[in-house]
């Protein structure tokens, strides 16, 4: 007779293991310590096998029934069982080893020493953040490209944009990294082009062109700290970001090739950038070295010369001069491509020599002296369209 769910709950412990019998092979072993244990008696190639189907309570008999059905469905198809349930436990051990997560964790692991700690740090919450708990589970190969647009409206619905573009991009790492590996076939990032909010364009202020040669003027005739002016100078014929000018160091000058070289560490795009001198930025560092040539910053802090200048430095000096709200030290970069642009220097050498480009590691390896020589006579020309425009401005 078929067993009932009371005679299943009511069994009870004997001295020794007995079986109940439910029919077709499968029967409930109650152990001497109370366990009860799902079993199925099957035959394949003339050998009788037995296997496990669970553990009551946690799986009833109905559950039982439907696990017996299973393994009868997988013998009328002429396989074993047992040999299929240690391949569903292998590819279950497989996916877990090439789940999002384990293949992200692989990829970071395998970055990091290429990286700052802090960006290391960063990259890695982001993941845990972010992407892990929707995606962290799921085979890496079987992530789709609406799945991740779904994990990514999450992090654009808290307004932050900018997050979610990164949260794509190291998506996308992680990706290519399984294709590398084997692990997956495609990755679905690219298929997200334009499906991301767009975070607003913001431009730093800055005056207008026809405002460069007052400008000009007035730094050169700043009367504040005489640091604080050469900055502004050499700010303004190197446009520079503010924070590579202030954390530069001595040894990155080379006045022999008129070359300043910024390591990949100091640079947002990570890979070395060359800043070719004019004469003019020459004649800025030839004061700067005679002033602060025995310390390790070009421009080492007033109050601990072991520190660079403030990050406020040049902002407030622009504020005193009278350009509060209209003119930042990053106000520069803008003015120099605009005009650069329209005095027809190539698109190319501009973004080259504002370091925009975003290059991959390779890339970045050969990139940093692209368009060296065309960028050495521009930014000349740079030099003397600013000395040319301001008769103050100081050019030696």
């Known amino acids: 007779m078929p067993l009932t769910d009371v005679a299943v709950r009511a069994a009870k412990p004997r001295e020794r293991s007995y079986k109940l019998a439910d029919g077709q092979g499968m029967y409930l072993e109650v152990m001497p310590n109370g366990s009860k244990y799902w079993r199925l008696k099957y035959r394949i190639g003339g050998k009788e096998k037995r296997m496990a189907l669970g553990v009551y309570p946690a799986v009833s008999l109905l ?85 991740l647009l779904a994990v990514l409206r999450k992090i654009e619905s808290r307004g932050a944009l900018e997050l979610a573009r990164k949260a794509m991009q190291a998506a996308s790492q992680v990706f290519r990294y399984a294709i590398a590996t084997g692990r997956a076939e495609r990755d679905p990032a690219p298929d997200l082009r334009g499906a991301l909010r767009s975070k607003p364009v913001t431009h730093m202020k800055r005056v207008g062109e026809a405002e460069v040669p007052e400008l000009m003027r007035k730094i050169a005739a ?46 947002k795009m990570r890979a070395q950038h060359i800043v070719p001198l004019s004469r003019q930025a020459l004649g800025i560092i030839r004061q700067l070295r005679q002033l602060n040539g025995q310390w390790q910053w070009v421009f080492p802090s007033r109050s601990n010369a072991k520190q660079p200048i403030s990050e406020n430095t040049v902002l407030y000096a622009l504020y005193r001069m009278g350009y509060h709200s209209r003119m930042t030290g990053h106000g520069f970069r803008g003015l120099a491509s605009t005009i650069l642009n329209e005095n027809g220097f190539e698109s190319d050498w501009i973004e080259r020599q504002l370091a925009h480009s975003e290059r991959d590691s390779v890339r970045a390896a050969y990139n940093h002296a692209q368009y060296l020589s065309e960028r050495k006579k521009m930014m000349q020309w740079w030099g003397d369209y600013l000395e040319r425009v301001s008769s103050a401005c100081v050019a030696l």
Request: charged share 40%; aromatic share 6%; glycine share 6%.
């Open 63 to 147: 559950e039982a029934r439907k696990a017996r059905e299973a393994v009868k469905d997988t013998l009328r198809a002429g396989l074993d069982p047992s040999h299929e349930k240690k391949r569903e436990k292998l590819q279950r051990t497989l996916e877990r080893l090439n789940s999002f997560e384990a293949v992200a964790r692989e990829w970071h692991e395998n970055r990091k020493d290429g990286w700052s700690e802090g960006h290391a740090g960063k990259v890695l919450k982001l993941l845990e953040r972010e992407l892990f708990p929707s995606l962290g589970a799921r085979p890496v190969k079987e992530v789709s490209a609406p799945e």
């Open 222 to 267: 700043y009367d504040g700290d005489l640091q604080t002016r050469l900055a502004l100078q050499l700010l303004a014929l190197t446009f520079v970001r503010t924070g590579e000018l202030r954390y530069a160091e001595w040894t990155e000058i080379d006045e022999e090739k008129a070359e300043w070289r910024i390591p990949p560490e100091r640079m």
